[in-house]
């Protein structure tokens, strides 16, 4: 066993020196300084001594290096394609930029491009309102109807295999341009027949549904009140497909013990559903619920984002960074806001 | 050994009484006794218990039924439009059955979508950027998983940061840098319109949605007994072997799960291929050009007008054409997606 360690682990520390050394030297300057120390006595082991000297070396600082050499890939990408382009559109949003063929000129003009976007520009400072009110109120109505869904698809019944294929297509097809051709928004390719999109496919559905029932005579309040439900019902349906998904994911991991415990002392559906699956689940609402609010505040469907591309369309790239950032912020602060609360209400269970 | 005793003694009384039952007396008899020997609130819970067994499947049918038809109905419409003659779409009395039945607007669609070369096209693009970013993706979520170094708790904070930031932010400042590639002063290579842009950055974990899969993978490695590696440690193995020996094995079907996920995303993107392609063609940039594509390719002619209520048959043909692909796989792979979450750490 002796003779057989050294070997490998030598030639693996050697290797991996080698090649962390070659990264930071090269590429990643900013991790220089805490990694000196740490570099020297490497080198020393892959010297031509057979000793295993690689004790030298704390365990623990070997295997950070390790660590170090896992994520440097993602090092090397996360800072040519993430935080210089973050920093850069970060920059511009304090510039004005100028488009010419061949270069992009700025010219620093302080906190200008913000106050423009937020006094000036007559729709952003509304869709941005309009974007946190929708995303206040669709949100718990997703949750609570994804939970809903994955109780019933988590039930055995006949016919259960085909429900549960049916309510996660959303998942593979919300994400794309189809979704947005069957939501009735195409303004990307400025098609003028959207709005026939949009009444095709949500208020006439329930119009059907009520003939079919043979119901007419409502009025007129009752059927508007109808039709915004049956437009949200719409969309609230169709993204909630990853959220059905992982509650679903929950509710098979609460133990089956629990469930006969409850059978014993006689509890109904509803005291079970309360006293056991919600606790279980509520970690997931978490999970779920930030998952929601970037969902709808990434989504390319939203209004803040189609103005933010209209702007960069225009060559307005000033202006369209200031944008993404407010919005980015508000994000943000709204994700941590959201986190904070929930998380004083959330079960763990103790392992 | 006292109460083992008298636990038997219990059930073989249990028994005799059964056997009482069976033999003696009719079933009906039997329940009555049972009922008999109840209290009230087991009664009434009873009673409740069996009003809801039979009710509640009626209402589970209903509301399955009901919300599975929102989900259904845009498929349904998009196979009904895709197989009738346009002259339908004016037709009143026609809402699903078409009237008249032709292959034509489906092929007509496929020319316009190109559709067999793009299909092509995005393919390879989808499942070789998958294929890579699933692999980066993993090594990085492993890294983080298990290993302790400076700075580790920042670096995090940035994964979540690639989460959190909309694309839209930083697909400008990208634009750019794709464009003059390389390094200022030295060399700059045009790199728009090249596949590479989506490449590069899904092979450093950077590609669509890789925030995301990286905290996948790093939950799930952190769910896995850390006793295999020691082992593997122990036999000899340095980190790297034992991650490709060890790790990766244990967390095949995670793998496939998140590669097939993966593949979704790319397939449905257009936000990001619309930024860095002009030429290359994806199914879903066609898809959300198709309007002029028709003009151009079917007709000659861009100023063509054509009826919006008509152009709604080969948009949905093209949508149908679009999802096709990735609905086959689902057909055949929806264990993986489904089943596949649990297993793939998102649960820890």
Not at chain 2, 8 to 25: P, Q, R
Not at chain 2, 128 to 134: A, D, W
Request: hydrophobic share 45%.
């Amino acid at each position: 066993m002796a003779k057989k360690r050294p070997d490998p682990e030598i030639e693996a520390a050697k290797e991996k020196a080698a090649q962390m050394k070659a990264e930071i030297g090269t590429e990643l300057p900013p991790l220089k300084a805490g990694d000196t120390p740490s570099e020297e006595p490497v080198p020393a082991a892959a010297a031509p001594a057979k000793e295993p000297k690689h004790s030298k070396l704390p365990y623990e600082k070997r295997k950070a290096l390790y660590g170090y050499g896992f994520i440097a890939l993602w090092m090397v990408g996360t800072l040519l394609f993430f935080l210089i382009p973050l920093v850069t559109s970060l920059y511009y949003s304090f510039c004005d930029v100028q488009v010419n063929p061949g270069s992009l000129d700025t010219k620093w003009v302080g906190l200008q491009k913000y106050s423009d976007v937020l006094t000036v520009d007559p729709n952003y400072t509304d869709y941005l309102g309009d974007m946190l009110l929708e995303t206040l109120w669709k949100t718990p109505l997703v949750l609570i109807f994804s939970l809903f869904i994955a109780v019933i698809l988590n039930q055995k019944f006949k016919g259960r295999v085909l429900a549960r294929a049916i309510f996660f297509l959303p998942v593979i097809i919300a994400t794309g341009p189809v979704y947005r051709i069957i939501n009735g928004d195409m303004s990307s390719t400025g098609n003028t027949g959207a709005a026939q999109f949009s009444t095709m496919f949500s208020t006439d559905l329930i119009g059907e549904l009520m003939n079919f029932l043979g119901i007419y005579g409502l009025s007129d309040n009752m059927g508007t009140v109808i039709s915004t439900v049956a437009d949200n019902i719409f969309g609230i349906v169709w993204s909630s497909g990853i959220q059905i998904l992982l509650f679903l994911a929950a509710l098979q991991n609460i133990p089956p013990s629990a469930r006969e415990a409850v059978q014993m002392e006689g509890a109904t559906a509803w005291e079970y559903f309360w006293k056991i699956t919600f606790p279980y689940v509520s970690p997931f609402i978490l999970a779920n619920l930030i998952f929601t609010v970037i969902d709808s505040f990434t989504s390319p469907m939203n209004s803040v984002m189609n103005r933010i591309l209209d702007m960069k369309n225009d060559w307005k790239f000033g202006e369209a960074s200031a944008m993404a950032w407010i919005y980015f912020i508000i994000v943000l602060a709204a994700i941590g806001l959201v986190t904070a609360i929930v998380n004083k209400f959330i079960y763990y269970e103790v392992d | 050994m006292s109460e083992n005793t008298s636990i038997n003694a219990a059930g073989e009384a249990v028994v005799k009484a059964e056997h009482e039952i069976g033999s003696g007396m009719s079933k009906k008899e039997a329940k009555r006794i049972r009922m008999e020997t109840m209290s009230r609130e087991e009664l009434a819970y009873l009673r409740r218990k069996s009003i809801a067994e039979k009710v509640w499947p009626f209402f589970r049918f209903v509301i399955l039924f009901g919300l599975g038809f929102v989900i259904m109905y845009p498929l349904i419409y998009m196979v009904s439009c895709t197989f009738r003659e346009r002259s339908d779409m004016n037709d009143p009395t026609v809402m699903w059955i078409p009237r008249h039945y032709t292959l034509s607007i489906i092929k007509e669609t496929i020319q316009a979508m190109d559709f067999w070369k793009t299909l092509r096209t995005t393919l390879v693009l989808n499942i070789g950027c998958s294929l890579v970013q699933v692999i980066s993706c993993a090594i990085t979520g492993y890294g983080f998983a298990r290993f302790k170094f400076k700075g580790k708790n920042l670096l995090f904070g940035i994964v979540i940061m690639m989460i959190l930031v909309p694309t839209q932010v930083i697909s400008l400042p990208l634009y750019v840098q794709f464009r003059y590639f390389g390094i200022r002063g030295l060399f700059t290579v045009n790199l728009i319109d090249n596949m590479l842009t989506m490449y590069l950055p899904a092979l450093t974990a950077n590609g669509i949605r890789s925030g995301l899969m990286i905290l996948i993978f790093r939950q799930f490695f952190k769910g896995l007994p850390r006793e295999l590696e020691d082992a593997a440690y122990i036999d000899g193995c340095g980190p790297f072997k034992t991650f490709i020996r060890v790790m990766v094995p244990n967390a095949a079907s995670s793998f496939l799960t998140v590669f097939l996920f993966s593949v979704v995303w790319y397939w449905n993107d257009y936000y990001v291929s619309t930024t860095f392609f002009t030429n290359t063609k994806t199914v879903a940039l066609m898809l959300t050009n198709l309007d002029s594509e028709l003009k151009i390719r079917l007709f000659n002619d861009p100023t063509v007008q054509i009826s919006p209520r008509e152009e709604i048959v080969w948009k949905e043909a093209g949508c149908l054409l679009s999802i096709a692909p990735i609905l086959v796989m689902y057909t055949f792979l929806q264990k993986y997606f489904t089943e596949g979450i649990e297993r793939s750490g998102l649960v820890a």
